[in-house]
């Protein structure tokens, strides 16, 4: 089918990239990938019946846009980890409403037994109520603490505030023996905030570790729908541990020091109960004609033959990880001891500082160069390959760009997409890559890739220079990764330049750093 490249990445400017609906509200995942910009990609380079392949599956936005009715692809999604399937594979049961929301009536009801750990005396009028929150410091890496403020509710009020009581501090630190999860040791790793032999009830309160040991135990004992309710159950683990006031921690196993939350886990598991009847209505609108997919749970660098015939997938869209961005796996320990759900710290592909794993950077390039090389065998000639990819390091660039194009896949062009800001973006604005970047590659088996440009260094920066100044003087002002994405990196690797820049200059904030000038109040270039 003919590519208009251009037109494509028209539609993806004019379009408001989301991750938001029905679906995808019923879930957290981190870096998950807006699920409109996959849908254009779907539409533009694929037909109904062709394979659409994403060797990291991730939170499935890949397979499962492919697979909706309206597009009727094939979904083939790869994933080393068993909490993504497990997420996937249970959105694509099918559920009936009305026996849904009976069950959730019976399980609401025996959660709502739990409240008692969360009983305080009422301040105003004496009666018991109902703890919502409670904002305390750690006083050690143990589960001492200092509660400076309980936030709770009363048949008085809604909205109530008080100190806390020694009564107030027995609770929040109950003595509860576990029967339904484990308290498992973590991973060391000083980057996550992980030290030695800390066990996963370390970023939680004694009592919330205790009410969702009696929560498992509840869910264990449904009647039907137990997988849906584990699902739930993940997807709001992240609040039901110790987290900071916004809860927006990028780091599921870090927890503040001061000003640390406990939330009401009851609280939250209602209100995430009742809204997944809306997913149930979107996955029955949307997904009971076709549901033609297949998941490998392993290593991307270890698919066969008798797993995807070579040349048989048309499109393949991803996001792979980026070097030591995010420890995925390491993550998923925060779903280990109460789901059951194992996570593959060996096959995965990253860099990690964490002392036990031997992840480094050639590690990671290797085991991605194994990944690159399959999916080139897998894609048919002139199928996409369509990549989400950011760094601000030239050398990765050059290296990821080489690598592809060693297996036939020839790079033609990329698109930035806006999003909100980043911890890393807000913290380093000059060097960090906010947003998405597409990077668009075609399977070309005639390829011929040469980065030894004829020009000199001195030529190369004179027209970075000036396309730079150009495309400013376009906007009025560019952020860092609006420029690499917006045409510089283009230029670069087009005319063969990226290795021999990549040599000179870490990044092109270098070359910016000289001849524009950098707004701190916009985060922004200017001339």
């Known amino acids: 089918m003919p590519i208009n490249i251009e037109e494509v990445k028209n539609k993806i400017h004019n379009t408001v990239?989301?991750?938001?609906?029905?679906?995808?509200?019923?879930?957290?995942?981190?870096?998950?990938?807006?699920?409109?910009?996959?849908?254009i990609l779907i539409e533009s380079f694929s037909q109904e019946g062709d394979i659409v392949y994403d060797p990291f599956l991730g939170s499935g936005v890949t397979l499962l846009e492919a697979i909706n009715s309206k597009y009727n692809r094939i979904g083939i999604g790869c994933e080393i980890n068993s909490a993504p399937v497990f997420l996937v594979e249970t959105l694509l049961k099918e559920y009936d409403v009305s026996k849904f929301e009976n069950i959730s009536k019976k399980f609401l009801k025996k959660i709502k037994e739990l409240l008692p750990f969360y009983e305080t005396e009422c301040s105003e009028c004496g009666s018991k109520g109902i703890i919502t929150s409670v904002i305390f410091d750690k006083k050690s890496r143990e589960s001492d603490i200092e509660i400076k403020t309980i936030n709770y509710r009363c048949t008085c009020s809604s909205k109530l505030h008080k100190n806390c009581s020694e009564e107030d501090i027995l609770k929040i630190n109950v003595d509860h023996k576990l029967k339904n999860i484990s308290d498992d040791i973590l991973i060391a790793n000083s980057k996550l905030a992980v030290y030695d032999n800390q066990p996963i009830s370390q970023i939680f309160t004694k009592r919330n570790f205790a009410v969702l040991d009696e929560i498992v135990g509840i869910i264990d004992e449904l009647e039907g729908y137990n997988e849906v309710f584990k699902y739930i159950l993940m997807s709001v683990l992240h609040l039901c541990k110790i987290t900071d006031k916004h809860s927006n921690s990028q780091w599921p196993l870090w927890i503040p020091k001061t000003d640390c939350v406990e939330k009401n886990i009851v609280d939250i598991l209602e209100k995430k109960v009742k809204a997944f009847k809306k997913t149930i209505i979107y996955l029955n609108k949307n997904y009971s004609c076709s549901k033609n997919y297949k998941i490998f749970n392993k290593g991307s660098q270890n698919i066969t033959e008798s797993d995807i015939n070579d040349e048989s997938v048309q499109l393949i869209i991803t996001d792979p990880p980026y070097l030591g961005q995010v420890a995925y796996s390491e993550y998923m320990q925060l779903y280990?001891?109460?789901?059951?759900?194992?996570?593959?710290?060996?096959?995965?592909?990253?860099?990690?500082?964490?002392?036990s794993r031997n992840k480094d950077e050639e590690n990671y390039f290797c085991l991605l160069e194994n990944v690159f090389e399959i999916c080139s065998h897998k894609l048919k000639n002139g199928g996409m390959f369509c990549m989400y990819f950011h760094d601000s390091n030239l050398d990765v660039w050059d290296k990821i760009i080489g690598i592809l194009s060693k297996y036939h896949l020839k790079y033609l062009t990329q698109i930035h997409i806006p999003k909100s800001n980043t911890l890393k973006n807000i913290i380093s604005p000059k060097k960090s890559l906010n947003g998405d970047c597409i990077l668009f590659f075609v399977k070309d088996r005639n390829i011929t890739f040469e980065q030894n440009g004829k020009e000199d260094m001195d030529e190369i920066e004179d027209n970075i220079v000036r396309q730079s100044k150009f495309l400013v003087k376009q906007a009025g002002a560019l952020s860092t990764p609006e420029l690499y994405d917006n045409g510089l990196m283009e230029i670069l690797i087009q005319n063969g330049w990226l290795t021999k820049i990549s040599k000179k200059h870490k990044s092109l904030v270098e070359i910016f750093e000289k001849h524009l000038k950098w707004d701190s109040k916009i985060s922004k270039w200017t001339l």
Do not use: G, M
Not at 336 to 355: G, M, R, T, Y
């Open 17 to 39: 990239a989301t991750n938001k609906n029905d679906l995808y509200n019923s879930n957290i995942y981190w870096s998950q990938k807006p699920y409109n910009i996959c849908d």
């Open 336 to 355: 280990k001891s109460f789901l059951n759900l194992d996570f593959n710290i060996v096959d995965e592909i990253v860099v990690s500082s964490a002392p």
